[in-house]
């Protein structure tokens, strides 16, 4: 089956640093991958939406330049949270998809900043 | 309005009996519908697809009903680790997911 690796799996950082976060397909080729945050008691929230060599498509009030999306290739994107601060903390979650796979997610990353 | 709503629960299930649990959404052009289980800190995984016909896997049996726009889940035979966060999530017109908050499902001795 289709497998998505996430990490870091949780990750502590100081306010104001960046934070990179990557996603890996492992047995399929993933032409769209999709960043997720979800807040306690929330729902997922669609941050972005990338396409391999191309730019992503971030969803209304999520800042790009704070959130930087990378899909470079079929198997990997990377989310870079930059200048990190308390309100950014959350549960971070990539999904992937592929021609023969439907949505694969990633194990997520728990990011905290203090 | 939310894209999907669903009732947080908790629902409180003794082990053994059935617990059901609706979720509603707003965009009438959606094509596809799941059911995602999510245990504490952990991500989403996949339940089930719901089907128009409806459909069983085992325990589980959702419906779906595009006339009132709206999926369900329900649970025969409650184990102890059917408690989790259930999802209810809706592919839109435009190819993206939409997660509902998730019903919560406390499955008790």
């Known amino acids: 089956g289709a497998v998505v690796s996430q990490h870091p799996s949780w990750v502590i950082c100081k306010s104001g640093t960046s934070v990179k976060i990557e996603c890996r397909s492992l047995d399929f080729q993933a032409t769209t991958m999709f960043w997720y945050r979800q807040f306690p008691k929330q729902s997922l929230m669609l941050m972005a939406t990338?396409?391999?060599?191309?730019?992503?498509?971030?969803e209304q009030g999520v800042e790009k330049d704070k959130f930087l999306i990378n899909h470079a290739s079929l198997t990997l994107s990377t989310l870079t949270v930059t200048s990190a601060h308390p309100e950014d903390s959350s549960f971070y979650i990539c999904?992937?998809?592929?021609?023969?796979?439907?949505?694969?997610f990633g194990s997520g990353t728990r990011l905290t900043v203090v | 309005r939310k894209e999907v709503e669903q009732d947080p629960g908790p629902f409180n299930v003794p082990e053994g009996a059935t617990v059901a649990f609706n979720c509603t959404y707003s965009?009438?052009?959606?094509?596809?519908f799941f059911w995602y289980r999510q245990d504490c800190r952990k991500e989403p995984k996949l339940l089930m697809s719901?089907?128009?016909s409806g459909n069983e896997d085992g325990r589980f049996t959702a419906q779906l009903n595009r006339a009132s726009q709206y999926i369900s889940l329900l649970i025969r035979d409650s184990k102890l680790s059917d408690s989790a966060t259930y999802l209810c999530?809706?592919?839109?017109?435009?190819?993206?997911?939409?997660f509902g908050a998730g019903t919560q499902v406390v499955v008790t001795p």
């Open positions: 719901v089907y128009s």
């Open positions: 999530v809706v592919d839109d017109s435009w190819g993206k997911l939409q």
């Open positions: 990338s396409n391999e060599g191309s730019k992503a498509t971030y």
């Open positions: 965009n009438s052009a959606s094509q596809s």
């Open positions: 999904s992937a998809t592929g021609d023969q796979y439907g949505y694969t």
